[in-house]
């Protein structure tokens, strides 16, 4: 199971305690008290894994370690270790208590979420001509807690959307190692699949229906993860009962969603042409060019199709290294 969406709790390390301490050697009497330590932050860092959110599904409450207290003959008490959460590239982190957002996109990044606390003064701070024997100090202040939203938006180049069914997953495994599942009813995809081809990252979002940006479905739960892919491959079913009503249900939950969707590079995928005849196939594809011309007839079974949309995934390649370079 891919956890994309989870909140947590945070509370960063209080700082150490100051404390009180005179000098026992002869001759060198004084205050010697040591500050106390700071205690750990808590920060969140950029990794490969996509499943990296599932450390969160049942460890709800993550603290970061107190700093140690002062201790006597001018010795601080010791920092604590920071703690490093990692997340998946692409992880928005809300905090829930600001509004403020950090977003994680690219591998090593990072960024604090709760700070910890300053360590106490010791009683040697407290010492002046007047007070030559203090016996103040200082409690360490307390780390920051915050409550968390984790929300993982994919990163892809290319996202794979449609209507439940229509070979989107197919061409996924067809086009790259992914191994998704595969079958002939509605939603077989649960959650959204990965696959490299060569140096694009191709992403089958799951199964889309009318009223999906207001739940119905699988709901709104993927959508967000349309809004970071940088092209879309719109799939239509040639053997679909009404294929251009299916087209411009999944284009008006697009737009229902975030209306910047729809404005994305749009390749339309006639797929499953294999089991309607070659005049049907032709009539679905003259009726989507109609909406959108960059339409195209495939299947699986199919090897001059399966080229084609090579050719387009090429020069999506060729764009992005010359953005690259």
């Known amino acids: 199971m891919l956890i994309d969406d989870v909140k947590i709790k945070v509370t960063a390390g209080s700082g150490g305690k100051g404390t009180v301490a005179f000098n026992k050697n002869m001759m ?51 920092n604590a270790d920071d703690l490093i959460l990692f997340v998946p590239v692409g992880t928005v982190a809300h905090n829930l ?49 915050l409550e968390i939203h984790f ?28 191994k998704s599942k595969v079958a002939n009813y509605p939603f077989t995809t649960l ?54 009503a299916d087209y411009k249900t999944v284009r008006s939950e697009l737009g229902a969603y975030n209306k910047l969707l729809l404005e994305k590079p749009e390749y339309v995928l006639v797929s499953k042409k294999d089991v309607v005849s070659p005049d049907i196939a032709r009539e679905v594809v003259e009726n989507l060019e109609e909406l959108n011309k960059n339409t195209t007839p495939i299947s699986i079974f199919d090897w001059d199709s399966i080229k084609l949309v090579k050719k387009i995934l090429n020069d999506l390649i060729l764009e992005k290294t010359e953005q690259k370079s």
């Open 28 to 78: 060198a009497l004084g205050p010697v008290g040591g500050g106390g330590g700071k205690g750990g932050s808590i920060y969140i860092e950029g990794v490969s894994d996509l499943s990296a959110l599932n450390q969160f599904r049942f460890k709800k409450e993550i603290k970061a370690k107190d700093g140690q207290d002062g201790r006597s003959q001018f010795r601080d008490g010791n």
């Open 97 to 145: 208590n600001t509004g403020e957002d950090v977003e994680i996109t690219k591998i090593g990044q990072r960024a604090v979420i709760v700070r910890g606390g300053r360590g106490g003064r010791g009683n040697f701070h407290f010492r002046s001509a007047t007070n030559t024997t203090p016996k103040e100090f200082e409690y360490g202040r307390p780390g920051e807690s």
């Open 151 to 178: 929300e993982l938006k994919l990163i892809a180049d290319v996202g794979f959307v449609g209507t439940p069914n229509v070979g989107k997953s197919s061409l996924l495994n067809e086009l790259t190692n992914a």
């Open 191 to 244: 959650e959204p699949n990965l696959g490299v081809y060569y140096d694009l990252i191709l992403a089958d979002i799951p199964g889309l229906i009318e009223g999906a940006s207001m739940g119905k479905g699988l709901g709104i739960k993927f959508l967000r993860h349309i809004e970071r892919t940088k092209t879309l491959f719109h799939f239509v079913a040639a053997d679909s009962a009404n294929p251009v």
